[in-house]
């Protein structure tokens, strides 16, 4: 399709200017249609009317003729104006040999019934009329019961203007509806052109470097500021994570400078001060000992950005969290036993949740070992697993030291360690590693006093169409 | 055992050949996936061990063609990555173990040994040595005629030492495959898990069956 030149370019590739297109052939199709209509119903009604009015006149004439014979009639023609002249009535009386005695009309063949007949030039009423064109009137013929003709006529004439009128109407309709389509729709393209470049602006300015810019919102919560809320979330959420990385990568580098550090240290003491064989082992034997624990925390770092990244949750199955709550009851009884603790468990059987079996184990046993590793000698440990129509609900209970309200939050963070435990060996990223695992899982972790100790709370999804 | 290393960082190469080498074993090299596909299906190896990234083929895609054309011998995985997932592919690709690097020597050559023991005979029930007996079908122990109650994952400890009676198991093999573990406890699961073990198996008897491999791991052996 070309494109009028007078169409400004950039409305006419919008998808709203193609939309108002639409609306507008749509529109004219029933502005015809709807005029159609109309048309034919006037045309109709307007024809049944002229054969009323021609009857009625007929009955009058009829009535005429029976109350004073041929010449009632003839009077009565003439006084109804069936004289020569400009008229819309007109009338034909005929004797039985054909002779014309009254009437305004040339003499004809008596034909009775529903009939056209031209109009005598000199009595047409349309001075417009084209020269040997001729107009035609509707008539209606009849045999009188003494043999004489009556032919009662009117002109068509205020019918066809009628017509005329009703389609000169349509046509400026239609080039109104033109005229509108064409500017509400430049008007809605630009401005929603306006709304679209205000996006566009906004993520240019993101793309050129200053990443707290948003788009702002009308606030009135139609569709674009639907989609520019959201778009400013994604931001936030995308902001958020790049200030976790930045976090994260200065953590790294201050949380393992110091182990390698220590390593080096140890390595230089030995190569300086080391005499035996043995006491070179010695020093071997530890600075593996440091590099396997580094080697753990990149693992775990690893692990945590694996998780984080959410892939895992296409290999999510049915998980018997009972027989994995079982399972870490069975293993760390005897270890919490062999630290002078006890571990109690109370699990309710046939739970299942949608998820990563192993991952669910890792983070029930991180739970459990924290409250091992954290809780002194006598510390009672419960986990519970229960089945809520809601969701499972599971939970780590201790009776330990707990963790202080204002730190609750911090512990999820990446090597944070209360300073309470800052001597026991561990990588501060046990509780990292549990808040990834419950995100991917859609796990709420709520830490709370369980006076004393502490309480974890697990809440799980309830299972449903994954 | 005739070992067929493919691995195309040539450091780790020759630290692992050598090491296997020391423990007895035939190691011979390739860097080349592809070169590597080719001289498996010609010679007859007793184990493969295979790095998961590799010039020409890699190692999974490597291990899935020789499957498919019907070539079983036992392939060990080495990666770098601490993927969650590359476990679980390496495994379904047709590999029987799977090791991240870095590792130690120990841990290797433990793995190896235990992949190139045949497993024990489906239709075997009932595990020996020297006196002392599990039936896997009755779930039941006993060390010279005595019945000894051991708790569930005791009994899974014992069946997988006993599976490699002989050989060293690592702290690493029995997290994987008697827990389940794919990760790294911080406290003394196996240890507390083992003494337990020994308490009920060896305590009151003579000798003592499970031996602890220093720094490597333990191992259970039948009485001279």
Sequence with gaps: MAIP????????????????????????????????????????????????????????????????GVDGLAAEIARRGGTPGRTPNYYL??????????????????????????????????????????????????????????????????FADFQDQIVRIAGWSLAGVFVLAVLGGRAISASMLRRVAAITDAS????????????????????????SANLNEMLDRIQ?????????????????????????QRLEDARDKATSAAEYRGAVETAIGATDEILATFGALLRIA????????????????????????????????????????????????????????QLLANLVENAVRHSPAKTTISLALDDRPDGALMSVRDDGPGIPADERRKVFRRFYRLDASRTTPGSGLGLSLVAAIADLHRIAVELANAEPGLLVTLRFPRMGPP | MRILLIEDDSATADYVAAGLSERGHRVEQV?????????????????????RMLPGLDGVSLVRRLRA??????????????????????????????????????????RVSALGRRPALAAETVLRIGDLELDLVRRSVTRGGRPIGLQAREFRLLEYLMRHAGD?????????????????????????????????????????????????????????
């Design chain 1, 204 to 227: 240019s300015e993101i793309m050129r470097g200053n990443l707290g810019r948003r788009i702002a919102l009308r606030g009135t919560g139609d569709e674009f500021d639907h989609l």
């Design chain 2, 69 to 110: 054309e019907g070539i079983a011998t036992p392939a060990l995985f080495l990666s770098t990555l601490a993927g969650l997932d590359d476990r679980v592919t390496g495994l379904e690709a047709g590999g029987d173990d799977y090791l991240v690097k870095p590792f130690a020597l120990a841990e290797l050559a433990a």
């Design chain 1, 93 to 158: 009386l005929e004797d039985p040999t054909g002779k014309r005695i009254a009437g305004n009309l040339e003499p004809r063949a008596a034909v009775t019934g529903w009939q056209e007949v031209p109009i005598p030039p000199h009595l047409d009423s349309d001075e417009v009329a084209a020269p040997g064109e001729v107009d035609v009137l509707l008539a209606r013929g009849r045999m009188l019961s003494n043999g004489w003709f009556l032919l009662v006529g009117q002109n068509e004439d205020r």
């Design chain 1, 240 to 264: 958020m994570l790049m200030d976790g990385l930045k976090q994260v990568s200065n953590d790294i580098a201050h949380d393992l400078r110091t182990p390698l550090s220590h390593l080096r």
């Design chain 1, 306 to 361: 694996q998780i984080e990244s959410g892939t895992r949750r296409a290999a999510f199955a049915p998980v018997d969290l009972s027989a994995v709550a079982r399972m870490i009851a069975e293993t760390y009884g005897p270890v919490a036993e062999d630290r002078g603790q006890h571990l109690t468990s109370r699990i309710a059987e046939g739970v299942t949740v949608n998820g990563d079996r192993q991952l669910l184990t």
């Design chain 2, 168 to 224: 060293v198991v690592t702290r690493g093999m029995l997290l994987e495959n008697v827990w389940d573990f794919h990760f790294d406890p911080q406290t003394t699961v196996v240890e507390t898990h083992m003494s337990r073990l020994r308490a009920k198996i060896d305590r009151n008897f003579d000798p003592a069956l499970i031996q602890t491999v220093r720094g490597h791991g333990y191992s259970i052996v039948a009485p001279v």
């Design chain 1, 5 to 68: 030149s007078w169409l400004p370019s950039r409305s006419w590739r919008t998808y709203s200017f193609r939309i108002t297109l639409l609306y507008f052939a749509l529109l004219g199709a029933s502005v015809l249609i709807l005029f159609g209509v109309i048309y034919w119903v006037t045309a109709d009604f307007m024809r049944n009317q002229l054969r009323a009015a021609i009857k009625a006149d007929e009955f009058y004439l009829t009535d005429a003729f029976a109350v004073g």
């Design chain 2, 31 to 51: 860097g080349d996936g592809r070169a590597a596909l080719e001289q498996a299906k010609g010679e007859a190896y007793d184990l493969l061990i295979v790095d």
